[in-house]
């Protein structure tokens, strides 16, 4: 599955939008985001439709981001674990 390119985030810049308000992280290009200098959240586009991954924990978590919904249920993922991080242990 390759990255999705420009055409393709053109569907996402909503959501793209909602992602760049989180100061915490960084687009180092187009629709490709690292957190504390790491990879953090970028997306794909494949005949089934554009999807974002997402580091939790150790690995990269898939999801859907097609509808609205799903957009909303990713950033809910991105803010939990960027709280997560933020607590203390």
């Known amino acids: 599955m390759k990255h999705a390119g420009p055409v393709a985030l053109q569907q996402l810049e909503r959501l793209l939008a909602d992602l760049r308000k989180r100061s915490v992280l960084n687009e180092r290009s187009l629709g490709i985001f690292h957190w504390k200098s ?10 089934k439709g554009l999807f974002a991954d997402l580091k939790v924990g150790e690995g990269f978590v898939r999801f859907p981001v097609r509808e609205r919904s799903d957009q909303e249920r990713l950033i809910a993922e991105v803010d939990a674990v960027l709280a997560a991080a933020a607590r203390p242990s």
Request: aromatic fraction near 20%; charged fraction near 30%; hydrophobic fraction near 40%.
């Open 38 to 47: 790491r990879a953090f959240l970028h997306f794909h586009e494949d005949p």
